[in-house]
Structures are given as C-alpha cells and as structure tokens.
Nanobody
C-alpha cells in the first residue's frame, strides 16, 4: 500500500512537499517516484529515484525527489510552482515483497495539487 500526503492549494511561485509511504510486507523497493495527471491529459512521469534521480524536463531545477529507505518513504519537494503543475500526483513504487518474489508495480490513490495564478 502506498499512502500519499501533502497536496493542496498554493499560489504560483509557492512550494509544496509531497510524501508517500509504502507499507505492508516489503523486502526491497527498487524504484520510487511520482507521476501526475492533469485534466484531459495522460499521466506523465514527474520524477523517479533509484540510485540517482530522474526528472521530466519541465520540473528540472524546481522539484527535488528524495527517499528515506529506512521509512520506505519518497518525497517530492516542489518549489516555484506554476499553474501548469496543477494535477493529481500519484506515487509509484516497484516493490519486492519477499526475497525470491517478483517485483511488482504499485500506485497510490493520488493527491491533488492546485496552483493558482
């Protein structure tokens, strides 16, 4: 299970920090990251983190992804937010439940981020 928090309404230029905690039986988490989906658009990758982070070009220099392995938690610090960042943000993780298990992809339920102009 992935549980997100930290969404909300913010003015353009403001900041928000999203959190996503994985729970349940976890042997290892290979990948954690964030996607977003704006109204009428496809879901798109925002940022992923394995050994190093990857960002979509539109958020480079403004967003920072990090993870706390001890807490099985990933964070997305979003600065200098723009109205076009408005979307539902979904947490994603590739989780291995047991030592010899097959890694599986899991999604959170999403958290709304709204940036007003």
């Amino acid at each position: 299970q992935l549980v997100e928090s930290g969404g909300g309404l913010v003015q353009a230029g403001g900041s928000l920090r999203l959190s996503c905690a994985a729970s349940g039986s976890i042997f290892s988490i290979n990948v954690m990251g964030w996607y977003r989906q704006a109204p009428g658009k496809q879901r798109e990758l925002v940022a992923l983190i394995t050994r190093s982070p990857t960002y979509v070009d539109s958020v480079k220099g403004r967003f920072t992804i990090s993870r706390d392995n001890a807490k099985n938690t990933v964070y997305l610090q979003m600065n200098t937010l723009k109205p076009e960042d408005t979307a539902v943000y979904y947490c994603y993780a590739v989780v291995k439940r047991t030592d010899n298990g097959v890694p599986g992809g899991y999604w959170g339920e999403g958290t709304q981020v709204t940036v007003s102009s």
